[in-house]
DNA sequence: GAGCACTGC
């Protein structure tokens, strides 16, 4: 007897989301889908506009701001937004607008350039703010805010705005919020009816449930594709397997099924292959992680698999480590999920948990990103907007204490603030003008001292991408090999020098990338950011210099903003095990970076990233008297006996 | 011997 529901003949209970919803599927799903650009992914693909987000905020607008701060999530759209309201003729008649990004939205202020542009001074107070907390789901609370009117009248009626919108009482349009479901949704058109269907009892294995889901489906449902929401790489090509093995074993489904994975890690050209139309008499079946979830549209997806996780990120402020982890998704993303499948016609999601689980278990909302990641980002851009009571600012949503104390010591460790915790000058001012993470930022400044600034810019574009090599599962021999052209004794630092060098050699060539197993795109992306740095540095007076052949250079330039990451081979390791010297974490050198099984005895890190290890990505190796060197404040204290033989 | 997903200038 089969633990799982079967289509069409025994569902337990259904529902409909409408029923939960109020009435409206969804409208926009993801942060991209905001009336100005698309994602970067779709905008490559289907050069398709939208307009929604844009509605929403001409409605704001019209009926009740005097001021609206707008969290944008990137630059694009970040500028279009006051652009456009201004050719709609809003940016007038005592209406300011200013636009920011969600993390700097969270200071409920803007950058000083915005500010200006706009005509609203820095800390005054605004009318309205429309803000998502979370960041990397801001497609959750956006459904809220576009699709239900009662949503949208809580979130005025969150007590932070209304605080804001008593100051502003005599205004006469910010009165009430309406009644009934805005008229931007007709606008809009909606989204069709999903029917929800729940296990009967939890299943032990939803690899396995979601395989046996996908060939019901294809056994008894009509024709439509199927997206499948799985966690992670391993899961995803587990899954393709099995569905195609077990396909072969059922005669009828032999010829039926297009099985195809979806990952960021995949290459364009596999990617791509979601996009081809559906060959006649096949069914698609893209099994994928939430890249899916609100970052790619597929259309003619009419079933939706959901198994209930996704890998998500928490960061520990004690130990400054953050976790990669399966966890359990919440109500708002499983409905997000279920959306997926009404989008050309009704359609139909099961869920693999059950009914109970989703009533009871599941939380409403995630996390907002805000109290699970690093604040240092954060945290400077307050004190650049010179809010300098960080523990007693009032965050949209408090992170935890510990986190703001760790960004501060972080902060501090890097000069960027004084001892009275204000930004020092110039580094602290000009760190908080860098985009980057602040640590970037300061190996960037600190490049200028060291003379390598033409060196150091590429690398940070480099450190800000995701990575810069394709994925290449099944030719991993070939892959190496390509890599170890590249390679450099120093570490992955300077072997992303190497492939720079190479890629301009090479006229930016997209087959010179194809060869060696590098993501074409993601280069064009470095070239463009570095080119964007180096004007950054022209403003700053600091012009860019070549330190040639001599790493050492650049690499103290690097210690320069990493120090704190630094980890030392543990003595007798068989397995390659270091230590850091901050918190004494048992850390290990990611497999995929140039340094795996070389060990340097002393290492610095970019970053780490916690599976089932805690592994470092892109490593160098460094002399250690360059930490002390370069940080003596924060080696002395921390590790009074450095100057031990090592 | 391993990689959830976005973004900024």
Known sequence: MSKF??????????SLIDDEEGGV?????????????????????QRLPVFKYRTAILYLVENHATTIIVGETGSGKTTQIPQFLKEAGWAEGGRNIACTQPRRLAVQSVSARVAEEMGVKLGEEVGYTIRFEDV??????????????????????????????????????????????????????????????????????????????????????????????????????????LINENALDHRSHSSGLLVLPLYSGLSRSDQDLIFAPTPKGKRKVVISTNIAETSLTLDGVVYVVDSGFSKQRFYNPITDIENLVVA???????????????????????????EEYFMKEMSAEAIPEMQRSNLVGS??????????????????????????????????????????????????????????????????????????????ITIAAVLSMQSIW??????????????????????????????????????KSSQWCYKN???????????????????????????????????????????????ANSCHLEA??????????????????????VLFRVNPKWVIYHSLVSTDKHYMRNVMAIDPDWLTEAAPHFYQRKRPNLSAPF
């Not at 529901?5 to 259904?14: N, V």
């Not at 022209?538 to 690097?558: N, P, V, Y």
């Not at 390791?573 to 048992?586: A, D, L, V």
């Open 328 to 354: 359990p998704i919440s109500k708002a993303s499983a409905r997000q999920r279920a959306g997926r499948a009404g989008r050309v016609r009704p359609g139909k999601c099961f869920r693999l948990y059950t």
């Open 379 to 456: 945290v400077i851009q307050l004190k650049s907007l010179g809010i300098d009571n960080i523990l007693g600012f009032d965050w949209p949503a408090s992170p935890p204490p510990e986190s703001m104390v760790r960004a501060l010591e972080v902060l501090y460790s890097l000069g960027v603030l004084d001892e009275d915790a204000k930004l020092t000058s110039p580094t602290g001012f000009q760190v908080a003008e860098i985009p980057l993470d602040p640590m970037i930022s300061k190996m960037i400044l600190s490049a200028n001292t060291y003379e390598c600034t033409e060196e150091i």
């Open 470 to 507: 394709v994925s290449a599962r099944g030719v991993q021999k070939e892959f190496d090999e390509a890599k170890l052209r590249f390679a450099a004794a120093e570490g992955d630092h300077v072997t992303y020098l190497n492939v720079y060098k190479g890629f301009i050699q090479s006229g």
């Open 5 to 14: 529901w079967k289509p069409g003949t025994e569902r337990p209970r259904s």
């Open 25 to 45: 599927l969804f409208v926009s799903a993801s942060a991209s889908s905001s009336g100005f650009g698309y994602s970067t992914l779709e905008r490559q693909r």
């Open 136 to 241: 990397t789901n801001s497609g959750v609370t956006m459904i809220k805010f576009l699709t239900d009117g009662v949503l949208l009248r809580e979130m005025m009626d969150d007590p932070l705005l209304t605080k804001y919108r008593k100051r502003n009482q005599g205004d006469a349009a910010n009165d009430s919020a309406p009644s009934t479901v805005p008229a931007i949704l007709s606008v809009e058109g909606k989204g069709f009816t999903v029917e929800i269907y729940y296990l009967e009892e939890p299943c032990s294995s939803y690899l396995q449930a979601a395989v046996d889901t996908v060939l019901s489906i294809h056994d008894k449902e009509p024709v439509g594709d199927i997206l499948v929401f799985l966690t992670g790489q391993d899961d995803i090509d587990a899954a393709v397997q």
């Open 517 to 563: 197993y590098i993501n074409y795109h993601a280069m064009k992306k470095v070239v463009d950011i570095r080119e964007q740095l180096s004007k950054l540095l022209k403003r700053f007076g600091m012009s860019l210099k070549s330190c040639e052949r001599d790493t050492q250079k650049l690499r103290k330039a690097i210690v320069a903003g990493f120090f």
């Open 572 to 593: 007798y390791s068989q397995n390659g095990m270091y230590k850091t010297i901050r918190h004494s974490q048992e850390v290990f050198i990611h497999p995929s970076s």
